[in-house]
């Protein structure tokens, strides 16, 4: 009985064996898509403290024939949208809470999706695209970070995750060798979106709709969501890996010493929220690092404690510092980035007063500049926001104080009875007192005032202060400007600058009672220039002469002749214009025009170009990249202005074969003008500054309405 029943368990056993060892690893084809199973796992759960921006990229440009469209005319913007939008149902399934740059078929600007996530308080930004190829088999994935790899670590983290997840998710023919990718690769300057943003991002080029078939899946909402899925799995498994951060306990945000020693509580994004540490906190302890203002700062970590703590080996000067803290947890996630600050203010010691006399004739006009400098105990500018109160027994102050770099200018304006005055100043419990004498009306006279924004009523610096067509002063900070021993007689008192209307008055000055004025200087053309930086950019120069015209001007000239006329009215006008070449004989290769033009922080771009043309019309193409929203509308302001011109036509092109309007990292227009002979101040230049003023109009009207509930 015990043999029959130990044979059975042995037959047993062999079949079991035999059954097991008979089984087959069947492989299937990578790119046949599993059946669709959507779920929300447990570790998505911490995705919920996240605030996160999905940017469709691109929409709003559906009137343009050809743009960001697949073979059979498919648009990309539609892809990324529903893309976007099946992302969205994900992450806020898991808690999330997500900002949309765009929720339908509308153009938004680069810098305004940039805004739209920072003003809402994003963690970080998600830009969704899709690619494109001129070969139609090309299709595979790739996340595109900004510049390189140190510039956003906690980018990088996210790029690496939503990356593995996207792959999986498609199942594309075709794997990148490099799927994450430097946006410097397309454009010196890298992505526009991705330059401007603060905060951690990626861009997304999710597939190729370039391909017909991965072009045809894109329209599937079904496969979009597939996408989708891919997308929030590869976000999910990135908070699951959590966030580490940093959070400075002391100092508070403004110390009194100027050599403190700064405490900060670090987490790990795990042990917090129950995970186990074995007693200390986990992260990589040689990846916790500090900089100040840029510099590497030695500092001392305990992360049994979960602190840092750091003292500078020397005193920091007065004003704002930024801390910026990294750290990395066992699962290689960074904390994202915050700009830490702490003010460094240590309490004034001395107040020193300078006026360029003591004396003033007690007329109840007469105007002193005094300026106070403000030192700490170590002889060192106070910081610009130490409060300060200044105070005149007799008098006034015409003005409240503004500190630059521990110092600032006030204005006291003299009472009518002769004596001593005290001018008091006092801050961080220090005391100094100025002391000035007014003496009998006309002894003394002053000729003095401030000058005002008419539009804002700001102080103007830098007014020229002219008394019949010399000038005599030109204002400070406060708009102020002091004139002692103006002789009497009648004057022609002109302010000017640059922008404004100057504003012009006949008076007399006598010898017994001091002058002061306050005139008010009205934006030439409303402001509608002020403070917009125009780069214009004259083609050729050098050995490139271009065209020749009648009477032998060759374009290069002509080509800088407009320019510099157009930087003259601009500068009248208020603007900042910029010239990349200021003369005619200096070579400019193409790399250096770009480089330059990219060097400056903000505006935008012009090429002028004129070709010769065998007839009386004239005729001008402007250029633009495609898809450029700004650059269009500029582009058409420029042709509407030249097609008001008698005998004239303009007309506008979207396209990249002009190297500076491809890879300036700006909004750029190219205008070639075609004309027998160059008119220079008569009808080009006029046309184009009106084109340039009627497109900033439109862009401060539109600005000043209000959004749309």
Request: with cysteine; aromatic share 8%.
């Amino acid at each position: 009985m015990i043999a029959r029943k130990i044979l059975r368990a042995s037959l047993l056993l062999s079949f079991l064996f035999l059954h097991c060892g008979n089984a087959k690893l069947v492989l299937r084809d990578w790119t046949k898509l599993p059946p669709e199973h959507y779920t929300i796992p447990p570790y998505a759960q911490y995705l919920s403290p996240y605030k996160i921006a999905l940017d469709p990229g691109h929409g709003g440009l559906s009137h343009l024939p050809g743009y960001k469209r697949g073979p059979s005319g498919k648009q990309e913007a539609v892809m990324n949208l529903n893309v976007a939008l099946e992302l969205k149902g994900f992450l806020e399934r898991a808690g999330a809470t997500v900002v949309l740059t765009r929720a339908d078929d509308r153009f938004v600007a680069l810098a305004e999706r940039a805004e739209i996530a920072e003003r809402a308080g994003c963690d970080f930004l998600i830009s969704l695209h899709h690619n494109a190829a001129d070969n139609p088999q090309v299709n595979y994935a790739s996340v595109y970070y900004h510049l390189y790899p140190d510039y956003s670590p906690a980018s990088m983290d996210l790029a690496r995750s939503i990356y593995f997840g996207l792959v999986e998710a498609l199942r594309l023919p075709q794997v990148a060798s490099d799927g994450l990718l430097s946006d410097k690769m397309i454009y010196p300057d890298g992505f526009g979106l991705l330059r401007r943003i603060r905060l951690p991002a990626v861009l997304l080029e999710s597939s190729f709709f370039s391909n017909p078939t991965e072009e045809k899946r894109l329209m599937d909402r079904r496969y979009n969501r597939r996408e989708a899925y891919g997308i929030f799995l590869g976000l999910a498994r990135w908070a699951a890996g959590g966030v580490p951060s940093a959070r400075r306990l002391r100092p508070a945000k403004i110390s009194r010493d100027p050599q403190p020693e700064v405490v900060y509580q670090l987490a790990d994004g795990i042990t917090e929220r129950g995970g186990r540490g074995a007693g200390q906190l986990l992260l990589h302890s040689a990846s916790v690092s500090v900089r100040v203002d840029g510099q590497a700062m030695p500092a001392r970590v305990d992360l049994a404690k979960g602190r840092l703590w750091f003292r500078p080996d020397s005193a920091w000067r007065n004003g704002v510092h930024v801390v910026q803290v990294d750290l990395q947890n066992l699962f290689k996630n960074h904390n994202l980035p915050v700009r830490d600050t702490l003010i460094i203010a240590a309490p004034a010691a001395a107040i020193a007063f300078a006026a360029p006399m003591l004396q003033l004739p007690a007329d109840g006009v007469a105007a002193l500049p005094i300026t106070l400098t403000l030192r700490d105990g170590r002889g060192e500018a106070v910081w610009e926001g130490t409060p300060v109160s200044v105070r005149a027994d007799r008098g006034q102050l015409l003005d409240s104080l503004r500190l630059h770099e521990g110092s600032g200018t006030i204005y006291y304006q003299a009472a009518n009875e002769p004596g001593p005055v005290q001018v008091i100043a006092a801050a961080d419990g220090h005391q100094d007192t100025l002391r000035l004498e007014l003496v009998p009306a006309g002894q003394l006279v002053f000729f003095s005032g401030l000058v005002r924004d008419d539009s804002t009523g700001a102080a103007l610096e830098g007014v020229a202060i002219s008394l019949n067509d010399s000038v005599w002063a030109t204002t400070d900070a406060n708009g102020g400007f002091f004139l002692t021993r103006v002789p009497a007689g009648f004057y022609r008192c002109a302010a000017t600058k640059a922008g404004y209307s100057p504003a012009v008055e006949t008076m007399a000055v006598d010898s017994l009672r001091s002058v002061f004025v306050r005139p008010s200087l009205r934006p030439v053309l409303h402001g509608v220039l002020h403070q917009q930086t125009i780069i214009l950019d004259a083609a050729l120069g050098g050995k490139a002469r271009g065209d020749r015209f009648n009477g032998g001007r060759a374009a290069a000239a002509a080509n800088l002749a407009a320019m510099a006329a157009l930087a003259d009215s601009l500068r009248w006008a208020g603007a900042n214009a910029i010239l990349v070449r200021t003369n005619d004989t200096t070579d400019l290769a193409l790399d250096a025009r770009i480089a330059l033009v990219n060097q400056v922080p903000q505006g935008w771009y012009l090429k002028w170009e004129y070709r010769r043309w065998d007839s009386d019309s004239l005729l001008v193409q402007t250029t633009i990249y495609p898809g450029n929203q700004q650059g269009e509308h500029l582009a058409l302001a420029i042709n509407q202005a030249f097609a008001a011109l008698p005998n004239a036509r303009a007309v506008l092109r979207r396209s990249t074969d002009v190297p500076e309007v491809l890879l300036t990292n700006k909004t750029a227009v190219a205008v070639q003008v075609r004309c027998r002979a160059p008119q220079v101040h008569d009808r080009e230049v006029p046309a184009l500054f009106r084109g340039i003023v009627n497109f900033h109009a439109a862009q401060r009207r539109q600005a000043a309405q209000p959004e749309e509930l």
